[in-house]
């Protein structure tokens, strides 16, 4: 995975900078749309924090923004995420005289997908931050590993997703930029029956990631 | 242009779709020991007073069967003893009847699967001992025993049985236990005994009063 990465990243700079020396010196260019490929860490909130207290790293977010007049853009996000931690030992009592006391593992598997409004302030700059609201759902997989046992529940939801973020080019006249957001995300997703109850989980996210400028 | 952006989506899609669902670490789960007991909930525990342990360990490996008495075993079966003393439970030995009886077995390896009843964990050919006095007896379960679907991992199983109420020709298992995990980490004996015990605490119903 740190190689895909690692290749894109030089691959889109190598390529920004040979298109920025062929391009004559001006002010920039006005984007007509953009796709990313952003890197995803999550901090789960409120009651989800008690499920799955640690932040995680393993999350990956594609999207795509089309321009519909000067700053305004709309377009899609399609993700994967994972949240998980090791509770250790354990003991779980059952009521038919059963009891099992092993290592507890936590883990929410997330797969987001949204349309996504936004705002551009200075779109021909090459800093151009925004403000912009996602609305969609998202596939949830909440697993507890009990050692052998993996008892889950599936659950869709409906999701809000409020994200400030700015689309950094690599150069003036460079297709290729980097992308940093932010977002907080709510959603109608729960946990129950899995020793934990939690309603309408939330979370934040840190998104950085690459992007690529279509003029 | 095009092509670019197909890279790019290609990528991402590549990128997200090779992501495992599971994390990585969760894999590890099987090295760690883990303790299953069942008891049987129409069982008054104080019934019972007194209690035998077969004195030595049934070990099972594929359709082979043999005993065990070295240190270790006799370790599990003193550890074993102690916890039902801590319930209240009087050791008894010789000929002497007992109320209760408890065997050990180790099982290393099997590809039998399938619990039978009447036959003792599902292998054929493998009875449990009649060192309590109650030869050709087999085990009866008043409850669907805790078992699991196979047993390569390294498993501990401990039996407690009613030698006071006998059904016919059947012992009936008023209580069972299982410790597996033991092939698939680094395990001390310590580790093990602390199971026995982790056993017993999970089981707070199995405990009797002296009069």
Redesign the interface.
């Known amino acids: 995975?740190k190689k895909?990465?690692l290749f894109?990243a030089v691959f889109m700079l190598i390529?920004g900078m040979v298109q920025s020396q062929e391009k004559p010196a001006s002010l920039g260019f006005r984007p007509s749309s953009y796709?990313t490929?952003s890197w995803n860490t999550t901090f789960t909130m409120g009651d989800f924090n008690k499920w799955v207290g640690n932040a995680s790293p393993?999350g990956?977010d594609?999207g795509g923004r089309y321009f519909i007049n000067h700053g305004l853009v709309a377009g899609f996000n399609?993700?994967?995420q994972?949240v998980?931690q090791?509770y250790g030992?354990q003991?779980y009592?059952g009521t038919?005289?059963?009891?099992?006391?092993?290592?507890n593992?936590r883990?929410t598997?997330m797969v987001p997908f949204q349309g996504v409004i936004a705002y551009h302030l200075m779109s021909d700059k090459m800093v151009s931050p925004y403000l912009g609201l996602g609305i969609g759902g998202d596939y949830m997989?909440h697993?507890l590993?009990?050692?052998?046992y993996d008892l889950y529940a599936t659950r869709w939801d409906f999701s809000l997703t409020p994200e400030i973020g700015a689309l950094l080019k690599f150069g003036f006249f460079s297709?290729w930029g980097a992308l940093v957001a932010f977002n907080y995300k709510w959603t109608t997703n729960q946990i129950e029956g899995l020793d934990h109850t939690s309603k309408n989980l939330q979370m934040c996210n840190l998104k950085i990631g690459?992007s690529?400028i279509?003029r | 242009m095009k092509t670019k952006l197909l890279t790019i989506l290609a990528i991402g899609m590549i990128a997200m779709t090779s992501c495992s669902k599971y994390p990585p670490s969760s894999g590890r789960l099987t090295e760690d020991l883990a303790v299953y007991t069942k008891y049987d909930v129409t069982a008054n525990f104080s019934d019972y007073k007194t209690f035998k342990v077969v004195p030595y360990v049934s070990y099972i490996n594929g359709k082979d069967s043999t005993t065990l008495t070295d240190a270790n075993a006799m370790a599990l079966l003193n550890e074993v003893s102690k916890n039902m003393v801590s319930r209240g439970y009087t050791a008894v030995t010789g000929a002497t009847k007992a109320d209760l009886g408890l065997n050990v077995t180790a099982i290393k390896n099997t590809t039998t699967t399938v619990y039978s009843p009447g036959w003792y964990w599902g292998y054929p050919g493998y009875y449990p001992p009649s060192w309590w006095g109650y030869p050709g007896y087999g085990y009866g379960y008043p409850y669907y025993p805790t078992y699991i679907s196979s047993y390569s991992t390294g498993t501990v199983l401990i039996d407690l049985v009613d030698l006071k109420k006998p059904v016919g020709n059947t012992v009936m298992v008023r209580w069972n236990a299982y410790i597996r995990g033991l092939l698939t980490g680094s395990h001390s004996q310590a580790d093990v005994l602390k199971c026995v015990d982790q056993a017993f605490i999970q089981t707070p119903a199995l405990v009797t009063t002296q009069k």
Do not use: C, K, N, P
């Open positions: 995975m895909i990465i894109l390529t796709y490929f393993a990956f594609l399609l993700g994967w994972r998980s090791s030992y003991t009592h038919d005289g059963t009891a099992i006391t092993a290592t593992y883990f598997w997989e697993h590993l009990v050692q052998e297709q690459l690529y279509i």
